[in-house]
């Protein structure tokens, strides 16, 4: 079966996914390993949650120089490990200390489980459609990410291909040129109303997927659509069950 | 098992492929094409085979302005669709006349079937390692072709993704900073001993598979390894083995 958006009017041909909180869950994932990191340096008081929450909170910050042009395009591994180390000093630890182990701890970022409906979800769509992330993550992370965690991506477009962060226009648009497609004929599906919002914008047709425990079990955003979106789902198999 | 280059000293973690000639049968492919404009449009004096061939002799020379420089960089189709419109004319046909149909005829490029051991080869040795195209296709036409061959990438990176064309160095290491490896870590694989012998020239480990019949019945070049290739062999089969 095929689909036609709504709002786009075209036949839709790839499903472009979000991938950070959309498709993995970063905060499992990422604290999992931090706690390894804590438990090998004895480091007996550093709360694994609370790091990972304040490692996560400087992500869009990071991005923001890049976004509005005052910075170089650098991927989000330099970013994340940026990140990591004034994580580390915010928390009474010197980074320096730690050197050898920082990349393997970036790493974590691309060690992320699937949530339970992703891969049967991704597997049934990929029948119908291209699927692929559009993620802020560059595409070394989501290859090893999609190998980890078998995710049956037919193509992976990281954003140091596109050279450009979410939510700026160019993000999705050079995405859309690269798969040789119309706007109108790739769907983002993201847990993230702002995402879909700035691709809607334009002109990619939406389905929203929230993620209520992405950001842990007292999340107060993004639990509801906030925009018109073609499709809101209960998970990616049931988005997959509009396109077959 | 792991695989160690000995010309490289290291440990293989991905494995990337020529495309046309080494994975897929373009001159079949396209000539079947040419066939059936051939016949939709009565032209009975066409010869697909020599048209195929005219049409594939201008390949190479069509990306020497922007290996060299004096042209910006225009994706494969671009220049595939170019080399149609003169060879069309070549042939003693107007292309004006056909104007509505060159962008199909131009997709032929990425309507090829696989040699018999591709598939089954790439499945196996995907198991063990990163596989992917290296081709100076683009991403859009790499995605269809293997959707439609069913070749199981793990990752397609277009040279439009690069931005240059094989043999250019910069083909190579781009490709292996997108991956996050070392030259040493990504062997080439390919029918081609001047695209391995470029490949060795920046650092990666190569492998010869040789193709006798990619031109047709009378190849007389790339019948067998004019360099010191890590590997030759029969077959993607045949070089599964050695990482299994």
Redo the contacts between chains.
């Keep these: 079966m095929v689909y036609i958006s709504a709002s786009t009017g075209q036949l839709i041909k790839a499903v472009l996914f979000d991938t950070f909180g959309t498709v993995v869950d970063w905060r499992t994932g990422v604290a999992r390993d931090v706690a390894a990191f804590a438990e090998r340096h004895r480091l007996v008081d550093l709360d694994a949650w609370a790091f990972t929450d304040a490692w996560r909170a400087k992500y869009d910050p990071s991005m923001d120089p890049i976004r509005n042009g005052t910075r170089e395009f650098v991927p989000l591994?330099a970013l994340h490990r940026e990140s990591l180390i004034s994580t580390l000093a915010e928390f009474g630890l010197d980074p320096a200390d730690y050197d050898e182990e920082l990349a393997d701890l970036t790493a974590a970022w691309e060690r992320l489980d699937p949530w339970d409906d992703s891969v049967a979800g991704l597997a049934q769509l990929g029948r119908q459609v291209?699927i692929g992330p559009l993620s802020n993550g560059n595409?070394?992370l989501l290859?090893r990410m999609?190998?980890r965690a078998a995710l049956p991506w037919?193509?992976?477009?990281?954003s140091?291909?596109i050279q450009a962060y979410k939510p700026t226009p160019q993000a999705y648009r050079k995405a859309v040129h690269?798969?040789?497609l119309d706007p109108g004929e790739v769907m983002l599906a993201a847990a993230h109303n702002h995402d879909l919002a700035a691709a809607q914008r334009v002109g990619l047709a939406t389905a929203f997927i929230p993620r209520p425990t992405e950001f842990g079990p007292g999340q107060t955003k993004d639990l509801a659509p906030e925009g018109d979106w073609d499709l809101v789902c209960s998970s990616i198999v049931d988005l997959a069950r509009h396109f077959s």
């Excluded at 037919?154 to 990281?158: C, H, L, P, S």
């Design positions: 591994d291209i595409l070394a290859l999609a190998l037919a193509v992976i477009i990281g140091d291909v690269l798969l040789r």
